[in-house]
T-cell receptor
Framework: TQLLEQSPQFLSIQEGENLTVYCNSS?????LQWYRQEPGEGPVLLVT?????EVKKLKRLTFQFGDARKDSSLHITAAQPGDTGLYLC???????????FGSGTKLNVKP | SAVISQKPSRDICQRGTSLTIQCQVD?????MFWYRQQPGQSLTLIAT?????????ESGFVIDKFPISRPNLTFSTLTVSNMSPEDSSIYLC???????????FGSGTRLTVV
């Protein structure tokens, strides 16, 4: 079973559209990260959120950590083909002192 | 953040043989992690490797199949032993150089067993 569930699993959109990816769990996390992975590469860290309710912006990407620290969302405004990739959330479970990775969202942005 | 060099980047191996994957970090790190990933899917943790102690394996992974070395604070290897086609996957190493704030990953090793 996956501790962190992401939705949607696949997303194919046109350039310029907006999208939101969700990361949900029944567990509480000390911190949560979002990564993007391109084919043939390892995941690259985009952001870390640590405070319930926290919102972080990275250019066209907006990340939010749920108030209860069980869920997170990634919103991309005006998506570009360069945003194409696999998006992974990962949560640090304080009790077990390890990161758990989400199920992944594969995004394809068509020009 | 740390930079990890992982090699080989890809390999095609015969069943029954073994492959050793190497990860070199450009700075000293306490913990290194080995993951397996099916293309386009999430990561599954194989084991955690600390320098000077035996690796800690996750459920479903055993030392005889995936022996790990961690001879110093900048290097680790993962061996995939007695390979079968089911071992075909992407293998990734990572470090917690940013502590609770996230991992740095190597570029991965794409393994195909024929």
């Amino acid at each position: 079973t996956q501790l962190l569930e992401q939705s949607p699993q696949f997303l194919s959109i046109q350039e310029g559209e907006n999208l939101t990816v969700y990361c949900n769990s029944s567990s509480v996390f000390s911190s949560l990260q979002w990564y993007r992975q391109e084919p043939g590469e390892g995941p690259v860290l985009l952001v870390t959120v640590v405070t319930g309710g926290e919102v972080k912006k990275l250019k066209r990407l907006t990340f939010q950590f749920g108030d209860a620290r069980k869920d997170s969302s990634l919103h991309i405004t005006a998506a570009q083909p360069g945003d194409t990739g696999l998006y992974l959330c990962a949560g640090l479970n304080y009790n077990f002192n390890k990161f758990y990775f989400g199920s992944g969202t594969k995004l394809n942005v068509k020009p | 953040s740390a930079v990890i060099s992982q090699k080989p980047s890809r390999d095609i191996c015969q069943r029954g043989t073994s492959l050793t994957i190497q990860c070199q970090v450009d700075s000293q790190v306490t913990m290194m992690f080995w993951y397996r990933q099916q293309p386009g899917q999430s990561l599954t943790l194989i084991a955690t490797a600390n320098q000077g102690s035996e690796a800690t394996y996750e459920s479903g992974f055993v030392i005889d199949k995936f022996p790990i070395s961690r001879p110093n604070l900048t290097f680790s290897t993962l061996t995939v032993s007695n390979m079968s086609p089911e071992d075909s996957s992407i293998y990734l190493c990572s470090t917690d150089d940013r502590g609770d704030y996230g991992y740095t990953f190597g570029s991965g090793t794409r393994l195909t067993v024929v």
